[in-house]
C-alpha cells in the first residue's frame, strides 16, 4: 500500500488516524488502543512510514492488529497454547556437561525459578538433558491461570517473548517486571552464547538472531505502552 495521507493522529477513543480516517485491522476493525501510551506508539510507525507501507517495519501494529482480530474474541485459546510451555520450560532443562556451562545456567537460571517459586507458590522438576519429564500438575495448572488472566494486548505482547525463549518463566518475569529485557535476552540465550564462545557464529546464525531480538524489542516496547 502507497502512503496517501498527510497528518496522522488519534482521537479521543484512542483510535489511530490517517487524516480524517480510522485506520483498520486486516479484520476491519478500528484501530483501537487500550493506553494513550500505545496509540501513540503505534500512531508513530505511521508516521514514519514514506512512500509505501511495510509491515515488516511496524511491528507494534503488527501485535495489536493480532491483539484486536486474533485473540480479542476468545482470548482462552490463544492463553492455553502459551501457557503449555510451562510443561517444557526452557530453564528446566539443564546440561550435565562441560561445567561450565552447568555453572552458567545455575547462576543464569536458578534466581528466576526462585523467583516463579515465590511468586506463584510453585514448583518445578529440572532435568538433566532433553529428554521430557513432566512438571507437577499444579505448576503447570497456576501458571495457566496467570497467563489466563491477561487481556488480549498482553498476550499478543508476550507470545514473541515466550516463543523466542521458549520459556513461559522468562515472558511472566519480563510481564511483571522481576527481570530486565537484557536479563531475559541473556537467559534466554545461554546455551547458544556458550556455543558461540566455543565455536563461533556464521552470518545466517547472526543475521537471524538479529531478527529475533528486533522481534524481542517490539513486544518489550508494547509492553511498556500498556503500563
Known sequence: MKRFWTNVGVDADRVVRLDDRPVRTPG??????????????????????????????????????????????????????LARYAETDLLCYRADSPPELVERQDRVWNPLLDWARDRYDVHFTLVSGIMHRPQPDATVDRLAQAVAALDAFRLAALSPVVTISGSLVLALALLEGAAEPDAVWIAAHVDEDFQAEIWGEDYLAIEARDGKR??????????AALG
Open 214 to 223: 528486533r522481534e524481542f524489542d517490539a513486544a518489550v516496547r508494547f509492553l
Open 28 to 81: 476491519r476493525a478500528p484501530l483501537a488502543l487500550p493506553t494513550p501510551a500505545l496509540a501513540e506508539a503505534v500512531a508513530g510507525e505511521w508516521r514514519a512510514v514514506e512512500e509505501t507501507v511495510d509491515p515488516r517495519a511496524m511491528p507494534l501494529t503488527g501485535l495489536a492488529n493480532a491483539a484486536i482480530d486474533r485473540i480479542g474474541a476468545d482470548p482462552a485459546p490463544f492463553a492455553q497454547g
